[in-house]
């Protein structure tokens, strides 16, 4: 997602290393006293996560391939420049 574009405000960036923590400390509060609650938390937070990402999979393919398909060639120029036939 950084690839495109998702990082590039400071303030997404801010706010989600933030949130990421208060997430963090507030789940550790959650399982001291619940350590079942936190879990099923924990695991409906994840399913949205895994459709979140599917439906941003679907709608961005062509971008996404193409990125791909960048990075493998980048990668291949790597490997050539760094390994020369002998």
Do not use: C
């Not at 924990?42 to 990125?67: G, I, K, P, S």
């Amino acid at each position: 997602m950084e690839a495109l574009g998702g990082n590039s405000l400071w303030s997404d960036r801010f706010l989600g290393y933030h949130v990421a923590i208060g997430y963090y400390w507030i789940l550790n509060v959650v399982f001291f006293f619940s350590p079942r609650i936190a879990y099923q938390f924990m695991e409906l937070l994840e399913a949205h996560a895994v459709d979140t990402y599917a439906t941003f999979v679907v709608q961005n393919r062509e971008r996404l391939a193409e990125l791909l398909a960048v990075h493998k060639s980048d990668f291949a120029a790597l490997l050539i420049n760094e390994h020369p036939t002998h």
